[in-house]
Structures are given as structure tokens and as C-alpha cells.
């Protein structure tokens, strides 16, 4: 196809005499004037004495100059009986047309769920991040079906605050016996499910046992689980086969939830639950729907009535919904994008909540190069996490291992390994390494977290003698490259879960780490008969993990929360993984 | 009549291949949805177990036949993610998509018909520069950018003259009509102008072709101006040629939504194949391809037939030497 017009005079015409015999394939064929013969016009521009018969029709220059010359002059005056003319105002009505119908859909319309001042919203919408594929919280894994359903779909038999404490939900007291083998739960009355059976002990019982009988999702955070067994209608027993300090805490996650044994629904599509919402609509990847419970009975009884949750790939765009006033809080909000809302403060409240992220850059423990433990902790002394922090906003704090400030056994580590250049390249020396014969790594890790974060360790390494390729993939070539065959020699991750030092035990998992110590220590931890003791063990169990340097720990991500004035009840703590959502409400204030 | 059989066979053949270089394809991807599905943390039995009760542990062929078998039944099978029909998911998705491309259609035709035949018009070097200029640049900016530029311009909230919505689609849908028209607006810029820009470089040079081969000087001999020559001619000549252009645009529209779809968040055909394939739904992602496989030749054989209706010379072979 030629993109070069052909060349031709003022006029149009052109001197080619083999034109007419031309076989383009766009042209007609010769064989065919009638094709090209008028049919409906009678220029008026024309004088009879010059319109020769069409089947004269010629290339004859003083013709057609002639002729052009009469349109040239008429074109304006005679335009308006002038087919082209027509075509021309036609197409700008049309566009005109369009574009006002837009602007009148756009403009005129009423803006949606526009509430009174003063008056509490019908409506509240928050945009999130990461969004569930499914609604099967038994099987499909992800923090963003929890932070969705539990508490708010779903109730567990306990549940937690803010603060990551243990607290009542379906149960409304419990007791634990001397030997720490057997719980008793006392259940609260009148429960129903939102399709209105009615929930007891049996329908808890069968949750727990069904969960470990089938292997649902985190079933094995149920450690030493022997059998749940419903002694009344009002009261649960869970035994042993010996302690678990952590049982409690587990409850409040998926194994603790409670299902309708008697309900009959899709569980990747519908939900069933005995929360104070319910699931009115769902579109994967893009958007819930959750309507008050009607027929909800608990103490958290939802304040608004719908809740809408858009979920936003885009940073750029969840900021856009927020700004455009389509959502009221956004959480998170990247840092460095929450700045415009921060300055705004009459119109938004920009605020940290504390979260159990870990981004953890593993370093392959089996590897051949960081197998060594000197590179590894060359690459922890060469990390300045100072900066790494400040070039995300500030918000986060330092971690120098692996258990966050939210959860039993922590204690600041980061003096283990401070920023120290010269101690890592004396390392990286003694290791054969040096900035002009650097040792070559692979950093692998899932589109999701960005490039930035690789661009920066890149560079701070190589300060040390290391030459770092990033190699950035889908969280399903991370999942089978990393995770399951192991293939790396560094590796990043968010690792969301509170209570999850069991990973530095496992000796299959991905990290590759071993450390007899160490899992001694969390078994001593896990059969421990009180809290304290059990986070003695486990805060033991982390230094020595930090100081084997299977990983450094860049940061504890803290969740940024951005909402606009006049938004009430959100939780900023915790609340990628936990988001209660039945005391939120939105009154609007000023414009 | 014989020709359009021929090619109509030759549409489904083109199909069964594609539908085996779709599934092998997708087979050589690493991981696999079933180890998305238990996520981190999951004790390597549960995997397996998610594996069989999706039916991932049967040999490939045993798949593809399962597949295929579904599909000669009109059923597109099951997500293996999200549980719902494909067929269901597709429509819903489409019903986003193809009014997206159906106006960034119309936007580009306005666009690249009347810039093409004003340039092919223009008599003045400066405003010939223009166009020229036009074609160049707008043909070659990247979706991209141009997306962001219009959201800077026009978006809600954050745009200089804040008039559309530049996120998402309406809870409502369809039935909040002003809406999802609005929600449309500046994806369908975005397409329409930069596929307008490549049109008025066709329609220019299709005109331009035929000023200069002398068919429009019969015409201007038999009493057009230049101008009518252009319109009522020039423009029914060039139509074989034009139609080709716009239907392999239009089909090429599917693919270009996918990154407009993902910028301005709507939940389209592009964004969710993109969705299902990082999360490695891959029967939903198979069905999808092929939907869009068929649909892409599905467009190719109207164009052919179309082609061939218009064409004077080529009319002939359809009516089979009646």
C-alpha cells in the first residue's frame, strides 16, 4: 500500500496518458465509464456551451482546467447544492451531535449516589489493590479473599483487633485446659447464617473438622489438631494431641471459620456466611458488591447499608477514583502518589497503619554462589535500607528479621546487620569478589512489586561487587521457578502473613535454610504453656535465623490509607489482611 | 457462490489449527493455575489435589479433547479460577469491548475519512504540510501515551478540563447508559484517533492514486468539480480498498484495546485475557483466544466477500459465471 499520495498538479489532473489503460488493482476497470459517469448532478457552474457529451470525456487540459476553474470560483457560492459540501456538513453534524449527546450523559447527569451534606451515605466506596479471582475461601489462596470475607462475609469463632490481639466473634468466651490439650469455646445465641438457618456448635465442629479432613486452604496452621466436637448446641470443644501455642490465633483466620452445612451454593461464585454483610455482586479482578445482612444478629451490625470495593491494578488510577470522588478511601495509597492529598487536608485525612508485610529477599541458601554465607552477609551489611524506605515515601519501618512489630517474638534486629559498606566488600573480598571482578546474581521476583525496587538494590550492590540481573517475571513463572524448583539465587517477596516464622522450620520451603536450632526453638515456642515464654522461644528463634543471613529483610511495609473527610470506622491497622468493615460509614463534609 | 464455500472451508480449517497452536502454546508456559491457587505456604499435597480435581493431571491430549469436545457443543467450558461459564464471562466482557472498538470505530472513520479527503484536497504546501504532519505523528504515537495524554486533558479529577471519567466502568453497567457511554469516551479517543490517523493516510493515497491514474479527470471531463470528483467517485472507487483497511483495522482494534483496557481500567476482553493468563486460568485464556481467533478470521471473510462484492472485476468469481 503506498503512503506516498500521487503526485499531481493544482488541478488534479495529471499529463499520463498510459493512466487510462491503468491496472491498479484499486482502479476500476477501463472497460467501465459508466462507473465514473455523473449521474446526478447538473453543475450549476457549469455553462451548457462546455458540458461536452460525457462519452466524449477527455484529459483534455484546457477542459478541465476550464471546468476547475468555474468550481474553484463556485465552490463557495454554489457549495451548498454541492455534494461535497454536503458531505462536509453532514459529517460535522454528526461529530457535533456526538459529541453533545456526550456531554449531556457526561455533564447533565446527575452524579451518582450524590448525598446531601450532613447526611450519613447509603453508599461507601473504597478501592483496593489486589483482587480475589474467586470467592472459594477454602481453596483459593491470597490475603485478598480474607481481607474481603472474613469478618465481614465469613465469621470465625475468634477473631482479632487492630492490634493483632484475639478477640470474641462466634464464640463469646473460651477456656483452655491445665495441659493446654483441649479448648472449650461458649458460643453467643440466636446465630443465623444470612439464608436463615440457624448456626450452632455442630455447624462449628463440622467447619473445623471438614478443614482438616479435606485439606482445605491453611489446614495446616492446625498443628497437633486431634477433633473438634460440638458438647451442646452453645458450646465447642477442640482437642489436641498436644499444645499449640499459636491455636488461637489460627482460629481467627480461615480455619476458624464457620459454614452452613445445610447450604447448597457455588462457593467460587456465592457466599453463605453469617456476617453482618453479604455478597450482592461480584465481578473478579474488578469489583464487590456487599449489602448489609438483614437477617444478621451479632454486636457489628453494618452502619451502611452497601459497601462497594473497586479493586485497581493501577496506582495512577486508583488515585484518579479518589480524586474524581468515585471511591472515599483508598487503601493503599502509594506513597508517593498520596503527596496531593496530604496538601489537601481540608478535603482528605492521609494516614500509616502498622501490617505484618515482610518484604523478604531470600537468597538461596543451596545455592552456588549464595550458598556461601559470606556473600550473604556481605549483601545485608550492603544494603542501605535507609535509603530504600526514604525512596518509597518514609512510611516504612527497618526489620532486621523475620517477625514484625504486630507479632509475638518480635524484637528489633536491625543492629545485627547495619548499613556498612566497607565490612561488606571486606566480605565480598575474602569471598574472591571484588567491584572490578564482580560476582554475578540473579534477582527474580514478580511483576507486582514493580521495578524500582530491583533497580535500587542493582545499584547498591554493585557498590560492593555485585553484579545484580534482575529478572522480573509473572507471579506464575516466579511460583514455579522459585517457589517450586528452587531456581534462584535471589529472590523478593511480600510475605503478608502474621504468625508465619513456621516458613524458617520448613526445610522444603523455598529458602532452602536448615537450622536444627532454630526449629527447636519454635518447637519449644509452639508447646509453650504460656504467651511470654512462647515468644521468648520464638523472639530466640528469629536472631538466630537474622544471624544466618538466609535473607535480608528490606522492610516492614506499612499500610498508607488515604480517605476523604468525613469517612469514619476504617481500620488503618492491618487491614490488607483484615478489614472489618461494619462500623464504616461516610458523611460528607464541605464541597 | 463456489468461491464463498471455498473460503468458508477454509475458515474452519484455519480454526482447527489455530485451536491446536493455541493449546500447545499455553501448555509450554510455566506454572500452572493450580499452584497459584494454593498460593505460598501450601503443603505440596494440596497442589496435587487441586491438580486432579481440575482435571490438569490428564495427558494433553485427553485435554484437548475434552476442549474441543466442548466447544463443538457451543460450551466454552468453565473458568477454572473464577468457576463461571467462559461463555457468560466473555459476553460480559464483550459487552465492554465491543462498543469500545464499535466507537473508536466510529471515531476513526470521522477522523481519517475526512482528514484523508481534505488532505487529498488541500492545495496550499502549509496545509498539505499538516495533514501530512497529522498522518505521521498520530499514526505513530503509542496508545500509551496518547491514553495518558487524554486523561491529563479530560479526566475527571485530575485532568486540565475535568469531563470524563477515565476509571472503570459503572457499577451499573449498561443500564447507567450515560455512564458507561462516558466511561467510554476517552478509551475511544484514544483508539479512534490514533487508528484515524492511519486511515486518512490510506484514504489520502488511495485518492491520490486515483487522481493521478485519470479516472477522476473522466469524471471532472463530464462536468464534475475536482471537489465532487473526490467525494462522489473518488471515494466509491477507493471503497474496496478503504473496506480492507477498516476491517483489518477493526480486527487489530481487539488486540490494541488490551493495553486501553488495562489503562483505563475497564473490565474488557483485553484486561481480563491478560488477568486469566497471569494467573494461568488456561482453559478460560484457550476459549478466549479462540473466540478472538474466530473472530479476527470471522472478519477476514467478510472483508474477502465484501471485497469482491464491490469490485467490479472481481464480482464476477462470486457469481460463479452465471
Redesign the interface.
Given at each position: 500500500?503506498?503512503?506516498?499520495?500521487?503526485?499531481?498538479g493544482?488541478?488534479?489532473?495529471?499529463n499520463?496518458k498510459t493512466?487510462?489503460t491503468?491496472n491498479?488493482?484499486?482502479?476500476?476497470?477501463a472497460s467501465?465509464?459508466t462507473?465514473?459517469?455523473?449521474t446526478d448532478?447538473k453543475?450549476s457552474?457549469?455553462k451548457p456551451a462546455d458540458?461536452?457529451p460525457?462519452a466524449?470525456?477527455?484529459?483534455?487540459e484546457t477542459?478541465?482546467a476550464h471546468?476547475?476553474g468555474?468550481?474553484?470560483s463556485v465552490?463557495g457560492g454554489a457549495g451548498k447544492k454541492?455534494?461535497?459540501?454536503r458531505?462536509?456538513i453532514w459529517?460535522l453534524v454528526?461529530?457535533v451531535v456526538?459529541v453533545a449527546?456526550?456531554?449531556?450523559?457526561?455533564?447533565v447527569?446527575k452524579p451518582?449516589s450524590q448525598e446531601a451534606q450532613g447526611r450519613q451515605a447509603d453508599t461507601v466506596t473504597i478501592g483496593l489493590k489486589l483482587a480475589p479471582?474467586?470467592l472459594?475461601i477454602r481453596?483459593?489462596?491470597?490475603s485478598a479473599l480474607d481481607q474481603v470475607l472474613v469478618g465481614n462475609v465469613y465469621e470465625g469463632i475468634v477473631t482479632r483487633d487492630s492490634n493483632n490481639k484475639v478477640i470474641p466473634s462466634i464464640a463469646k468466651s473460651w477456656e483452655k485446659s491445665a495441659d493446654g490439650m483441649s479448648y472449650t469455646f461458649h458460643l453467643n445465641q440466636g446465630m443465623v447464617f444470612s439464608n436463615g438457618d440457624k448456626l450452632d456448635a455442630h455447624d462449628v465442629a463440622w467447619s473445623i473438622e471438614e478443614l482438616v479432613k479435606r485439606?482445605y486452604?491453611?489446614a495446616?496452621s492446625m498443628q497437633n489438631f486431634k477433633s473438634a466436637t460440638a458438647l451442646d448446641a452453645n458450646t465447642v470443644r477442640i482437642d489436641l494431641t498436644a499444645p499449640y501455642a499459636n491455636l488461637l490465633w489460627t482460629l481467627t483466620g480461615r480455619p476458624g471459620l464457620v459454614f452452613d452445612q445445610k447450604a447448597q451454593y457455588?462457593p467460587?461464585?456465592q457466599a453463605v456466611g453469617s456476617g453482618p454483610y453479604t455478597i450482592a455482586?461480584f465481578?473478579?479482578?474488578?469489583?464487590i458488591?456487599l449489602k448489609a445482612n438483614p437477617k444478621y444478629q451479632g454486636a457489628n451490625k453494618a452502619k451502611t447499608k452497601t459497601v462497594?470495593l473497586?479493586y485497581?491494578?493501577?496506582d495512577n488510577?486508583?488515585?484518579?477514583?479518589l480524586?474524581?470522588?468515585?471511591v472515599q478511601v483508598l487503601a493503599p495509597v502509594t506513597e508517593n502518589l498520596a503527596e496531593p492529598f496530604e496538601k489537601d487536608s481540608e478535603h482528605f485525612t492521609v494516614s500509616a497503619g502498622d501490617d505484618t508485610d515482610k518484604y523478604v529477599l531470600a537468597m538461596n541458601s543451596k545455592g552456588d554462589k549464595t550458598g556461601d554465607k559470606r556473600v550473604r552477609e556481605a549483601i545485608r551489611y550492603g544494603i542501605n535500607h535507609k535509603e530504600l524506605i526514604a525512596s518509597r515515601g518514609g512510611a516504612d519501618k527497618p526489620m532486621g528479621g523475620p517477625i514484625s512489630s504486630l507479632d509475638p517474638g518480635y524484637q528489633d534486629l536491625t543492629g545485627l546487620y547495619p548499613y556498612n559498606q566497607a565490612k561488606a566488600k571486606a566480605l565480598m573480598k575474602e569471598a574472591g569478589y571484588t567491584p572490578d571482578h564482580p560476582l554475578e546474581l540473579r534477582l527474580t521476583y514478580a511483576n507486582t512489586y514493580g521495578t524500582e525496587l530491583g533497580d535500587q538494590l542493582r545499584s547498591q550492590l554493585k557498590a560492593i561487587g555485585i553484579d545484580l540481573k534482575v529478572n522480573v517475571v509473572?507471579?506464575?513463572?516466579?511460583?514455579?521457578?522459585v517457589?517450586?524448583n528452587k531456581d534462584y539465587d535471589l529472590s523478593l517477596?511480600d510475605?503478608n502473613?502474621s504468625h508465619?516464622f513456621s516458613?524458617w522450620v520448613n526445610t522444603?520451603y523455598y529458602y532452602n535454610y536448615d537450622n536444627a536450632q532454630v526449629r527447636d526453638f519454635y518447637n519449644k515456642a509452639m508447646a509453650a504453656s504460656t504467651d511470654k515464654e512462647r515468644d521468648g522461644y520464638l523472639a530466640q528463634a528469629a536472631k538466630q535465623v537474622s544471624r544466618d543471613a538466609p535473607a535480608d529483610w528490606l522492610f516492614n511495609y506499612r499500610i498508607t490509607t488515604a480517605m476523604r473527610k468525613g469517612v469514619k470506622g476504617f481500620p488503618l491497622n492491618l487491614n490488607q489482611t483484615l478489614l472489618p468493615l461494619y462500623g464504616v460509614t461516610y458523611t460528607q463534609v464541605g464541597k | 457462490m463456489r468461491f464463498v464455500i471455498q473460503r468458508f472451508l477454509l475458515f474452519v480449517a484455519a480454526l482447527l489449527a489455530i485451536s491446536v497452536v493455541i493449546f500447545a502454546a499455553l501448555r509450554v508456559l510455566p506454572g500452572d493455575v493450580a499452584t497459584v491457587m494454593a498460593g505460598l505456604n501450601s503443603p505440596p499435597g494440596r497442589v496435587a489435589r487441586l491438580r486432579a480435581q481440575m482435571g490438569l493431571d490428564k495427558p494433553f491430549v485427553a485435554q484437548y479433547g475434552d476442549w474441543m469436545g466442548g466447544l463443538l457443543h457451543g460450551d466454552f467450558g468453565k473458568s477454572l479460577l473464577t468457576g463461571r461459564s467462559i461463555t457468560s464471562t466473555v459476553a460480559m466482557r464483550a459487552s465492554i469491548t465491543f462498543p469500545l472498538i464499535a466507537l473508536g470505530l466510529v471515531v476513526a472513520l470521522v477522523v481519517g475519512l475526512s482528514l484523508g479527503v481534505a488532505a487529498t484536497l488541500a492545495t496550499r504546501p502549509a496545509a498539505r504540510s499538516c495533514f501530512h504532519f497529522f498522518g505521521i505523528v498520530g499514526g505513530s504515537i503509542p496508545a500509551l501515551w496518547g491514553g495518558l495524554l487524554l486523561i491529563l486533558l479530560f479526566s475527571k479529577g485530575t485532568g486540565l478540563i475535568g469531563i470524563f471519567p477515565s476509571q472503570g466502568f459503572p457499577e451499573g453497567g449498561w443500564h447507567d447508559f450515560g455512564g458507561a457511554l462516558a466511561s467510554l469516551v476517552l478509551p475511544a479517543l484514544t483508539v479512534g484517533i490514533i487508528d484515524g490517523a492511519s486511515l486518512m493516510r490510506y484514504t489520502r493515497s488511495a485518492l491520490g492514486d486515483l487522481l493521478s491514474s485519470g479516472y477522476l479527470d473522466q469524471a471532472m471531463a463530464c462536468g464534475y468539480t475536482r471537489r465532487q470528483a473526490v467525494l462522489k467517485v473518488g471515494l466509491r472507487l477507493a471503497m474496496p480498498q478503504l473496506v480492507s483497511v477498516v476491517g483489518l483495522m477493526f480486527a487489530g482494534m481487539v488486540t490494541g484495546v488490551m493495553v486501553i483496557e488495562n489503562l483505563f481500567a475497564l473490565p474488557g476482553i483485553g484486561s481480563g485475557l491478560v488477568t486469566d493468563l497471569g494467573n494461568r486460568d488456561l482453559i478460560a485464556v484457550q476459549s478466549e483466544l479462540f473466540m478472538l481467533a474466530a473472530f479476527f478470521l470471522a472478519v477476514g471473510f467478510v472483508v474477502d466477500v465484501l471485497h469482491r462484492l464491490l469490485d467490479p472485476r472481481l464480482k464476477s468469481s462470486l457469481e460463479g459465471g452465471r
Open positions: 500500500m503506498p503512503t506516498n499520495p500521487g503526485a499531481h493544482e488541478d488534479g489532473a495529471t499520463n493512466s487510462m491503468s491498479q488493482a484499486s482502479g476500476p476497470a467501465q465509464p462507473d465514473a459517469k455523473p448532478t453543475p457552474d457549469v458540458a461536452k460525457s466524449a470525456a477527455s484529459t483534455d477542459l478541465n471546468v476547475k468555474g468550481s474553484g465552490a454541492n455534494g461535497g459540501k458531505h462536509w459529517l454528526a461529530a456526538v449527546l456526550v456531554f449531556v450523559f457526561v455533564v447527569r451518582k479471582t474467586n472459594d481453596n483459593q489462596s491470597g485439606g486452604h491453611d495446616e457455588d467460587k461464585t455482586k465481578t473478579p479482578n474488578d469489583s458488591t462497594v473497586r485497581f491494578g493501577d488510577a486508583a488515585v484518579n477514583a480524586k474524581s470522588g468515585d509473572e507471579f506464575s513463572t516466579w511460583l514455579q521457578d517457589y517450586n517477596v510475605h502473613e508465619d516458613q522444603m | -
